[in-house]
């Protein structure tokens, strides 16, 4: 049986929501060999994020060497890259590997509220890791920062999605799912737009759905599929794992991973 090697590079998460606990979830979820590159050491749980820790750049570099010279990567994605000096390391291994299928999570913003970037890396962002990417999915306060537009609808998210694939990504997911009615994802392949609804499930138990959704991508993609039918797929994922959510703590709960998995247990 061969492997289906995905490559999670993001921030760990104490909580097991969001981050590499989330995205290695996903991944063996969904059939594949989830391996990882640690950017970054919270202490999280539902109710926000109380620290970090930055892993040095050089470790950074050391993780991705020693896995992707050995077992090899079909796919990646990257989550919380919180300095420059990360993003930089990060943008330089993803090209001497030559890794093309790479969906970059530009995760700025945990859902309490703690900033996961510093604001000298935006640029850097900007500049060395969206021309790489073959997919960017940010959510409307992420695409709002990376293009300065206020974002209200789907017309705006679709604005949005042109002017950040004019800094490079190859095609652009812009999710709506911090407006308000049924959750509209915006898909963006440089010549049309596609658009993938799902009915809003009312929730407050939605921790590391964007970690979630884009390793379920890169899941897809590394299996063969191309973008748009791994988008619609992850997008399906994700609405069973929010419909099936765990009530864990006494903020935002986590997704439940396993939902589609064991669908006899509901």
């Known amino acids: 049986m061969k492997a289906i ?8 998460d104490s909580g097991g929501g969001a981050g590499i606990q989330a995205d290695l979830k996903t991944i063996t979820a969904l059939g594949g060999f989830g391996m990882s590159v640690v950017t970054a050491v919270t202490a999280q749980n539902t109710l926000g994020v109380h620290g970090i820790h930055e892993v040095p750049p050089e470790f950074v570099a050391m993780q991705f060497d020693v896995v992707a010279s050995d077992i090899g990567v079909d796919a990646a994605k990257t989550g919380m890259l919180s300095s420059p000096e990360i993003l930089r ?33 935006r640029e850097t962002l900007i500049e060395e890791l969206l021309p790489l990417a073959l997919i960017v999915t940010p959510n409307i306060p992420e695409a709002e920062v990376l293009t300065g537009l206020a974002i209200s609808g789907p017309e705006s998210m679709r604005e949005a999605a042109l002017r950040i694939f004019d800094l490079g990504a190859g095609h652009v997911v812009v999710k709506g799912g911090h407006l308000e009615g049924d959750a509209i994802d915006i898909l963006y392949d440089g010549r049309r737009f596609h658009e993938f609804s799902a009915k809003r499930i009312h929730t407050r138990d939605t921790h590391g759905t964007g970690c979630t959704f884009s390793a379920a991508i890169a899941t897809g993609l590394a299996r063969g599929q191309e ?13 069973a794992a929010i419909r099936h959510a765990y009530r864990i703590g006494g903020g935002h709960g986590p997704t439940n991973h396993l939902a589609p998995v064991c669908p006899d247990r509901f």
């Open 227 to 239: 973008v748009a039918e791994a988008v619609a797929d992850a997008k399906r994922y994700v609405a």
């Open 5 to 12: 090697r995905v490559l999670t590079i993001a921030g760990s």
């Open 89 to 121: 390391v990060v943008a330089a291994k993803i090209r001497q590997y030559g890794i093309d299928k790479l969906v970059v999570d530009p995760v700025m913003v945990a859902k309490g509220g703690a900033r996961l970037i510093r604001d000298d890396a």
